[in-house]
């Protein structure tokens, strides 16, 4: 009998910690450092996947995702060494999605062509704004024009590549994000990336935020105005939403992220780096140690990972329902029935579908556009007892 994670499907992050600077938006664990040992850290990273395929013998791995941080800093060797001993280690799919993040300012002709030939398939560029003083004001080091070429360069490399922007900016209009994004649909390959700015605690913004010094954000209506009109260039041009911010031409969805989506189960290696793994008919939380000196001093002592929690049927269903209902297919009420033990409530769901934030397709539940705004009022509502 096929366990609930084959469902989602299995998956490996790996994360590298390093950026030149820390965005004042970020509250990823990135750290800024001058001096990397990077061949301890490629040491490091093929003792941790040996770690990681004892566990998980027998298993079919669909994607690689090098995330951070800023994983187009790490040495190509790096990267190659890393995809190599993937390959050693686990069967892959015959597709197996090799994901690289980039940021403008450190993608080379050649560095690029040497993480291609290293075995990466698919990069994820973060451009983030296509204006010089948006770029600056959410801290990034590169220009609109490093952006484009940058861009350039890694379509010149690979066939699949994606980008990210940050919308819902400071003192930006509606009519502004919609010339920004028409022009982003004009560069787009088949995926993008779209994500409103959100003030997170223990970030710079978060700082600025709450001494009062953060002006010009969006109120409700301007949001959901900016979120409407982003679905809405997005079909037109193609790239419909399969999940809340991302888009993507049919087939060329962010396999990666639909693991995650569809909780399937994931390795984390690499400072910080969360995972799902299914051992013995138990799911079980993991998490790495977050500060880089420690978890590279940490694998040499075969303690990379802080204790795991083992997540129960409750837990469970409530995280599957948290990261599918954010794609546009929805969730199986069966399968979280089969994980919770009871069924979602039909007095809730009839509530909501009455309200015009859920729709229900045979046995799937898929929350509408409407819906998609207050998602997680949505997801509470469901949850409550």
């Known amino acids: 009998m096929a366990e609930d994670w084959e469902q989602g499907g299995f998956g490996l992050y790996i994360h590298w910690p390093f950026c030149e600077a820390k965005c004042p938006y970020c509250d990823f664990n990135s750290h800024v450092s001058r001096q990397i040992d990077q061949p301890a850290w490629c040491d490091a990273y093929l003792t941790e996947l040996d770690r990681a395929a004892a566990e998980t013998p027998g298993r079919v791995l669909r994607s690689v995702f090098f995330g951070g941080g800023t994983p187009s800093l790490m040495a190509p060797e790096t990267v190659g060494q890393v995809i190599e001993k993937i390959r050693k280690n686990w069967a892959c799919a015959n597709d197996l999605e090799i994901t690289l993040e980039a940021n403008p300012g450190s993608v080379e002709a050649g560095r690029f062509r040497a993480f291609r030939d290293g075995g990466v398939n698919r990069i994820s560029m973060g451009i983030q704004a296509l204006n010089d003083p948006d770029l600056q004001k959410l801290g990034r080091l590169h220009s609109t024009d490093e952006a484009l070429k940058a861009f350039e360069i890694a ?13 819902a900016r400071q003192g930006q209009s509606l009519a502004a994000w919609r010339a920004e994004l028409e022009q982003a649909l004009s560069l787009a390959v088949d995926h993008l990336s779209l994500y409103q700015l959100t003030i997170e605690q223990g970030t710079a913004f978060g700082d600025r935020y709450n001494a009062g010094k953060l002006r010009g954000l969006p109120d409700e209506d301007l949001s959901a105005d900016l979120f409407t009109l982003t679905q809405e260039l997005c079909n037109e041009h193609g790239l419909p939403a399969y999940e809340v911010s991302n888009h993507a031409r049919d087939g060329a969805q962010s396999r990666h992220n639909l693991i995650y989506w569809r909780y399937g189960d994931y390795i984390g290696i690499g400072p910080g780096a969360h995972g799902r793994l299914t051992m013995r008919g138990h799911r079980y939380a993991t998490e790495c140690h977050s500060n880089p000196a420690r978890w590279l001093n940490s694998v040499q002592e075969a303690n990379s990972e802080k204790e795991r929690t083992r997540l129960d049927t409750g837990d469970q269903a409530s995280e599957f329902l948290l990261m599918g209902l954010r794609l546009k297919e929805g969730v199986s009420r069966a399968r979280y029935e089969k994980l919770a033990g009871r069924p979602l409530s039909p007095t809730k ?28 009022a949505v997801i509470a509502t469901l949850l409550e007892d």
Request: glycine share 10%.
């Open 349 to 376: 769901i009839g509530e909501l579908t009455q309200m015009g934030m859920l729709c229900t397709q045979g046995d799937k539940i898929i929350v509408s556009e409407q819906g998609f705004m207050i998602l997680n």
């Open 155 to 167: 379509r010149a490399a690979f066939d699949r590549v994606s980008f990210d922007l940050i919308y």
